[in-house]
């Protein structure tokens, strides 16, 4: 199989014209789905929240959709294929957060809520400050996922043109190539939600969901087929071809780490797993863009029936990524998977096209297994950066500019207006960013992501619903000290300078020791709202009732 391999490099400029075109007719039939749900969308409601019309299946499809990112089928299976047992760790990671979701948070917000996050803190505080932190919070959180979404799509395009050092196409080189997709993907997802709101994207995201566990599925049973359904071999092979031999399949290749004679840098590093772990089992029910979903359905008892649908799905996708990053060391390889991209964030498409060598015959094959997995993998690109990009729009149309700058005497017509006009500026921006963060592997990205949804937006929903002496005060605090101490503490981590993979790698301002500030910046935020809600008289129990009453039984919801 690895002299397969070989044989494909030159042959990928094979599958440039199928692979093109096969996402050519996503995007045409995706557009078409936005175009026709732009004619349903009328009001507010069927902007932000797609109607309130979706089923627990379809709902619980669309979620998965948002969930199972280019992170999961890109980043976490090369991170399984570079790292065995530790990058399984995401996976794990990943789906348990679920659990938080669906236990905390996913029935009560949507019993009180309307179409963001900040309706339920706003509920029982003075709206203006807390709409305006919620929508700064979203905003920041839904950047740094978009940038993941990103770095996928341009890793992807410079393995699916088959730009070479010193090769051209269209007269672009593989980086100007990388950079004209980032581009060309944010361009997308503005037309998907400008063009269609939360029903054309819901539609876009159940389709891509369902490709997606087709495609992944297809190739673990291609992978499992090759080694005859023997596991252990499977395991063998991926350690013997991944260059690290049998502690391929222990713990401690990327995360706790045994530094010999260095103390501080062993325990620094296990820190790092247990902020990573921290981070990822929390996130989920800070993330914005998941949070919105809850909206979509029409009470909440289908709201549960949704997450119980979308645990499900991603259970399955989940066990499919470790079949998919060890097969991928096994047939790929360690070494043609760093030669490629070095983050490991082709190691998923790179399977794909030598499964299609080996089942296929010859290098057509492996062209055309490669390219519909490809199309697959954009599609879920377009799918989960649209749900964000919604997510934050819609934060900042309906919570600033309708209730802080409007105070609430906007009309939905307007409001619909600026959440179209401030996607724009919110894709601008994450195009931006996500040319410098290349060297970045994806879910690694969306793992800072959780962390800084973790930080800043779980303590203020967790206390907004179950402390009732929890007021204004304490949610500035808790959103504005989680965020900043997050965002803070990563700028002068090694993710952004200091090391080799790092966003400015020829630079070094780093002194925080940890990849993701979750451990630290966590606690924080949850103090910060203790410390804000102490410090201020301010308490209104009668509200917190009359929330309470609404989050458990959803009487009065919209």
Not at 447 to 458: D, E, I, K, T
Request: charged fraction near 10%; include cysteine; hydrophobic fraction near 55%.
């Amino acid at each position: 199989m690895q002299s397969h391999f070989f044989a494909a490099e030159a042959t990928t400029s094979g599958s440039r014209g199928l692979t093109i075109t096969l996402f050519l007719i996503f995007v045409a039939i995706t557009l078409a789905i936005t175009i026709w749900a732009s004619r349903q969308t009328k009001t507010a409601t069927d902007f932000y929240a797609g109607g309130r019309q979706f089923s627990g299946f379809q709902n619980g499809m669309a979620i998965g959709g948002d969930y199972m990112s280019a992170a999961s089928f890109l980043g976490i299976a090369g991170l399984i294929a570079l790292y065995g047992y530790d990058g399984f760790l995401y996976s794990i990671g990943f789906l348990v957060a679920w659990l938080v979701a669906l236990l905390l948070v996913a029935e009560f917000l949507r019993n009180s809520g309307r179409y963001t996050m900040a309706d339920v803190l706003a509920f029982r505080m003075r709206q203006r400050p807390v709409r305006t932190a919620a929508s700064v919070s979203t905003i920041v959180v839904s950047i740094f996922y978009l940038i993941a979404q990103m770095v996928g799509a341009g890793a992807l395009v410079s393995l699916l043109l088959g730009i070479k050092p010193g090769q051209t196409f269209l007269g672009m080189d593989a980086d100007t190539a990388k950079v004209a997709t980032i581009i060309l993907v944010g361009a997308l997802m503005i037309v998907y939600v400008v063009v269609g709101g939360m029903k054309g994207t819901t539609y876009v995201q159940i389709v891509k969901a369902f490709m997606l566990m087709i495609g992944a599925f297809l190739m673990v049973i291609l992978v499992l087929a090759h080694y005859k359904f023997n596991l252990s071999a499977l395991l063998g092979d991926a350690a013997k071809q991944s260059g690290k031999g049998s502690a391929f399949l222990e713990p401690g290749l990327r995360y706790g780490v045994e530094t010999a004679g260095d103390a501080a840098k062993t325990f620094y590093s296990k820190m790092d797993l247990l902020s990573l772990g921290i981070a990822l089992v929390l996130g989920t029910a800070g993330l914005p863009h998941i949070l919105t979903r809850f909206y979509t359905v029409p009470t909440s008892r289908i709201a549960r029936k949704s997450v119980l649908w979308a645990i499900g799905i991603i259970g399955v996708f989940y066990l499919f990524t470790l079949a998919l990053g060890f097969g991928a060391a096994a047939l790929v390889g360690g070494k043609n998977i760093t030669a490629q991209d070095k983050a490991g964030n082709t190691a998923a498409p790179q399977l794909a096209q030598a499964l299609g060598i080996d089942y296929l015959g010859g290098n057509t094959g492996g062209s055309i297994l490669l390219a519909v997995i490809a199309a697959v993998a954009f599609a879920t690109i377009l799918a989960v950066v649209a749900g964000l990009t919604l997510a934050s729009s819609s934060s900042v149309a309906h919570d600033f500019y309708a209730n802080v700058i409007k105070k609430g005497a906007a009309s939905e017509r307007d409001e619909v207006r600026v959440a179209r006009i401030s996607a724009f500026g919110i894709g601008a921006i994450a195009i931006a960013l996500s040319i410098f963060a290349q060297s970045l592997n994806v879910a690694f990205l969306v793992a800072l992501a959780f962390a800084v949804a973790a930080s800043g937006n779980l303590p203020a929903i967790i206390y907004s619903l179950f402390w009732r002496r929890f007021n204004t005060s304490g949610a500035l605090w808790s959103i504005y000290g989680g965020l900043l101490s997050a965002v803070f503490l990563v700028f002068f981590s090694p993710v952004v300078s200091g090391s080799a993979t790092a966003m400015f790698p020829h630079n070094d301002w780093h002194w925080f020791p940890l990849s993701n500030p979750g451990i630290i910046s966590i606690p924080i935020g949850f103090l910060c709202g203790w410390i804000g809600t102490m410090l201020s008289k301010e308490d209104d129990s009668d509200k917190y009732a009359e929330l309470e009453v609404r989050a458990l039984t959803g009487h009065g919801a919209h």
